[in-house]
């Protein structure tokens, strides 16, 4: 018998069903055929012989039953989330087709950097929305690192991020707002508010930011003339980990200005005090040089003026 990837593959694609997929993850989201029947509107007989046709493609047993209805075998657990990725880009085609078919100029699919998505689109889109109800905005979040090959990969329509330094071709970057870094605090430190010197921030617990971000090289210099600082080894990009890390510990970050935008409007992080003078590229737009959809048009129109306000 052939075990090959090849062969598997062309089995899936002449026997294999979507709807086959949908029921396995009912079943193993529900724990239960009979709760997976009902959920689907279909009896609970064609729930169990549609996981049994696919586990026979497959060649491998994928639930195992117990008193209380089923679960997932090891080989279950290593196969559902590619199934779940499956079901989750067919229903991002399904949305995509729906908005295309309605209107072109209804849908934007959006990437963000953290800084991008912080410093623009949290204080931005929600505003953009209640003008145009008629536009869908999907919107992920990705690292500036992957930003050539997410462009390369999906169908995105705008990027929100910094200016690279080689900007993709067919692409263009329209600049919207300043960056820098700065320090930040949790509301309520003790530094909070004062006009502060080097010697002010000796003795001080500071978040370490991750070795592979444009912060590190300035967080080092100023280690150098810290008086006896300490350390929260917790090195992350994810805003909402850095602000409970603050809070918590009351510790002392440097990061840019637009990863806490929407934090220091809120007042729940504090900006302190101290000039760092370290400015970092902007933040802006990256868009299709050409072909742009009028929804598209209209957001990057939106963006550019709400940031030179």
């Given at each position: 018998?052939?075990?090959?990837?090849?062969?598997?593959?062309?089995?899936?694609?002449?026997?294999?069903?979507?709807?086959?997929?949908q029921?396995?993850?009912?079943?193993?989201?529900?724990?239960?055929?009979?709760?997976?029947a009902?959920?689907?509107?279909?009896?609970?007989?064609?729930?169990?012989?549609?996981?049994?046709?696919?586990?026979?493609?497959?060649?491998?047993?994928?639930?195992?039953?117990?008193?209380?209805?089923?679960?997932?075998?090891p080989?279950?657990?290593?196969?559902?989330?590619r199934?779940?990725?499956?079901?989750?880009?067919?229903?991002?085609?399904?949305?995509?087709?729906?908005?295309?078919?309605?209107?072109?100029?209804?849908?934007?699919?959006?990437?963000?950097?953290?800084?991008?998505i912080?410093?623009?689109?949290?204080?931005?889109?929600p505003?953009?929305?209640?003008?145009?109800?008629?536009?869908q905005?999907?919107?992920?979040e990705?690292?500036?690192?992957?930003?050539?090959?997410?462009?390369?990969?999906?169908d995105?329509?705008?990027?929100v991020?910094?200016?690279?330094?080689?900007?993709?071709?067919?692409?263009?970057?329209?600049?919207?707002?300043?960056?820098?870094?700065?320090?930040?605090?949790?509301?309520?430190?003790?530094?909070?508010?004062k006009?502060?010197?080097?010697?002010?921030?000796?003795?001080?617990?500071?978040?370490t930011?991750?070795?592979n971000?444009?912060?590190?090289?300035t967080?080092?210099?100023?280690?150098?003339?810290?008086?006896?600082?300490?350390?929260?080894?917790?090195?992350?990009?994810?805003?909402?980990?850095?602000?409970?890390?603050?809070?918590?510990?009351?510790a002392?970050?440097?990061?840019?200005?637009?990863?806490?935008?929407?934090?220091?409007e809120?007042?729940?992080?504090?900006?302190?005090?101290?000039?760092?003078?370290?400015?970092?590229?902007?933040?802006?737009v990256?868009?299709?040089?050409?072909?742009?959809?009028?929804?598209?048009?209209?957001?990057?129109?939106?963006?550019?003026?709400?940031?030179?306000?």
């Amino acid at each position: 018998m052939d075990f090959s990837a090849d062969r598997l593959l062309h089995r899936l694609l002449v026997k294999g069903r979507l709807r086959q997929l949908q029921l396995i993850l009912s079943v193993a989201d529900l724990g239960s055929t009979h709760h997976a029947a009902k959920a689907c509107a279909i009896s609970q007989p064609v729930v169990t012989k549609s996981i049994q046709e696919f586990e026979e493609l497959l060649g491998l047993v994928l639930f195992e039953r117990h008193a209380k209805g089923m679960r997932l075998t090891p080989d279950g657990k290593e196969i559902i989330s590619r199934v779940r990725n499956v079901m989750d880009a067919i229903t991002h085609l399904a949305q995509a087709a729906t908005a295309r078919k309605s209107t072109e100029s209804s849908f934007v699919r959006l990437a963000g950097v953290a800084a991008g998505i912080n410093g623009l689109l949290v204080s931005a889109l929600p505003s953009f929305s209640e003008i145009h109800p008629q536009i869908q905005t999907h919107v992920v979040e990705i690292e500036g690192g992957q930003i050539d090959e997410f462009l390369q990969n999906s169908d995105i329509d705008l990027v929100v991020c910094r200016e690279p330094s080689n900007v993709p071709a067919g692409w263009y970057f329209t600049p919207m707002m300043e960056d820098e870094h700065a320090l930040f605090a949790c509301a309520g430190h003790p530094l909070a508010g004062k006009r502060l010197k080097i010697p002010d921030l000796g003795n001080q617990k500071w978040l370490t930011p991750p070795s592979n971000v444009p912060a590190i090289d300035t967080f080092n210099h100023l280690m150098t003339l810290v008086k006896t600082p300490k350390y929260c080894q917790i090195a992350s990009r994810n805003p909402a980990l850095v602000r409970e890390a603050l809070k918590k510990t009351m510790a002392l970050a440097i990061t840019p200005e637009s990863l806490f935008k929407a934090d220091v409007e809120a007042g729940v992080i504090v900006k302190l005090n101290f000039k760092l003078n370290v400015a970092i590229s902007p933040i802006g737009v990256l868009s299709r040089d050409k072909a742009l959809s009028s929804a598209t048009k209209q957001l990057i129109d939106y963006l550019a003026a709400f940031s030179s306000h």
